[in-house]
């Protein structure tokens, strides 16, 4: 099958590194063939721009390498040569970097919509006015417009826009690759929407976003008083309760009643629980953040009747471990705990469970994921997790493997990254079903990290093939203070959630009717 042939359509034969990046990996996977260039005038210098240049100068950082502007003629030589010599090669599309796709001259074309603009100043836009980015690649012809490809990427929480421009533009590549790879692939589109569209920026809105990241400065400096050295950004804790009609995987509708709360020590916290049953006992695993080490380590407690054994540490690394999935195959018991420190994704094997474990196998090497969620369906292994690079954030970009057998190999599913959205990306806990639905837990973070929890109904599960449809959210509400909910773990007759408050309060949370509060030991 041959490659797709690609004319761009650029402002001055100028490209963006990241536009430069998704096209060399799609030519070296062999999906596309960059064919000609076709230059229209310099960009446009606006006051927008201007300002843009000025956010950045404030901010006393470098703009983000991938936005640096490269002459696509020494990039695609080839295609430099043939419009130079003004041969006419059969074009399969226009791809527009940059350049609104309507200039296309009846010609199908693909655009890049970021909120609404045809090149990264939407990003600067909805920077600005302070409200979500959407990106979308659309497929323009004569028969009208479809979008192939949509995403919500992560908005860093410190908020500046050196940061915010380091996770987009890296999305924005990932899409404009995985949207060319797979209409050179034929698939068809997983449904999508253009999104919202960030208006243009106005000195009022300029002067609001230096008001609100004033206010954002002013709070992470209180915050840093308030809490001692060593201590997490926020305190975690977890919620269990043992009416199973109530439990989030036999209910329609999230309901509040009946938790009882663990509370760390001061300076710790706990989260990422997971609940597996053994010989008639629930067993809770979990990330434990230990200050002393300043990472997090796996730890595990036993239900006791209406309480819990004290917690201990069952899983050690000399990096950060936390998200602890337990689960069962082929006679043993298995973790696959989060190792994006490690840059990898380890599974281990219980030799005498719940407290010794063993390393068993690297699943996914040379690789920055988090919470992977292992599934065995349909005769074969899932395995889903959120992949980002060293210094952005990973909350927007899910990706999927898939093997045989739990030992692997486990591959990359073809339409990867299968989801870029904020809102409902990051795995959440043990994939469910629900009157015979197949429900995935995930996390909601596009307002903070861990800010409420998303159901995502499951409609189609191939390896040539994925979608989910969001059904529910369930915000932290349900305890006074709680800030966050960002994992769900269940067995017959125990569940566990967790929440979080501001690192530094004095006192924990308001008395909760019927809790039952539980110091664990430091």
Not at 50 to 74: I, M, N
Not at 299 to 313: I, K, L, V
Request: glycine share 8%; hydrophobic share 40%.
């Amino acid at each position: 099958m041959r490659p797709l042939a690609v004319a761009l359509l650029t402002h001055d034969y100028t490209l963006k590194r990241w536009e430069i990046d998704a096209l060399q990996r799609l030519e070296s996977a062999g999906a596309v063939a960059v064919a000609a260039l076709i230059a229209l005038g310099p960009r446009p210098r606006t006051l927008e721009r201007a300002w843009l240049g000025a956010q950045q100068a404030l901010e006393g950082r470098d703009p983000d390498p991938l936005a640096d502007s490269l002459d696509a003629r020494a990039a695609f030589p080839l295609a430099a040569a043939a419009t130079a010599a003004a041969r006419e090669d059969p074009i399969d599309v226009i791809v527009a970097c940059g350049v609104d796709p309507s200039a296309r001259g009846g010609r199908d074309t693909i655009g890049l919509s970021f909120g609404g603009a045809a090149d990264d100043i939407g990003l600067f836009r909805a920077y600005m006015h302070g409200m979500p980015l959407d990106l979308a690649v659309t497929l323009g012809s004569e028969r009208g417009e479809r979008v192939l490809a949509s995403a919500r990427p992560a908005f860093p929480e410190r908020g500046l826009l050196s940061e915010v421009q380091q996770n987009v533009l890296r999305r924005a590549s990932a899409l404009l690759e995985k949207a060319l790879r797979e209409l050179a692939d034929d698939l068809p589109p997983i449904a999508a929407s253009a999104g919202a569209t960030a208006p243009p920026v106005t000195l009022a809105a300029a002067c609001r976003n230096g008001s609100r990241k004033a206010g954002r400065v002013m709070q992470r400096a209180l915050r840093r008083l308030r809490q001692g050295a060593g201590d997490p950004d926020d305190n975690w804790f977890l919620a269990y309760r043992t009416n199973s009609d109530a439990f989030v995987c036999n209910s329609e509708r999230f309901r509040a009643d009946g938790y009882r709360l663990i509370l760390p020590p001061p300076g710790r916290f706990y989260a990422d629980p997971c609940v597996i049953e053994h010989e008639g006992e629930d067993h809770v695993f979990f990330e434990e953040w230990r200050p002393d080490l300043a990472r997090g380590v796996i730890s595990w407690m036993r239900r006791d009747g209406d309480r819990f054994t004290p917690p201990e540490p069952v899983l050690e690394r000399p990096y950060h471990l936390s998200y602890p999935f337990v689960f069962r195959a082929g006679g043993d018991i298995f973790m696959v705990p989060e190792t994006g420190h490690a840059n990898r994704i380890e599974m281990y094997r219980a030799v005498e469970f719940p407290q010794r474990w063993e390393p068993a196998q690297i699943l996914v090497d040379g690789i920055a994921a988090a919470d992977a969620t292992v599934l065995e369906a349909d005769g074969g292994w899932w395995m889903f997790a959120v992949v980002g690079e060293a210094g952005v954030p990973k909350c927007d970009q899910l990706w999927i493997f898939h093997a045989d057998a739990v030992g692997g190999p486990w591959r990359p599913h073809v339409r990867n990254p299968v989801k870029i959205d904020v809102r409902s990306a990051r795995p959440a806990g043990s994939l469910f079903r629900r009157g015979g639905k197949l429900i995935r837990p995930t996390q909601d973070c596009s307002a903070t990290y861990g800010g409420a929890l998303t159901l995502c109904e499951v409609t189609r599960l191939t390896r040539r093939d994925y979608a989910e449809v969001e059904v529910e959210t369930l915000l932290p509400g349900w305890l006074p203070s709680n800030l966050g909910f960002h994992t769900v773990s269940s067995s017959r007759g125990l569940e566990v959630i967790d929440g979080k408050m501001p690192s530094g309060k004095e006192s924990r949370f308001p008395a909760l009717e019927g809790a039952l509060y539980i110091e664990a030991p430091a």
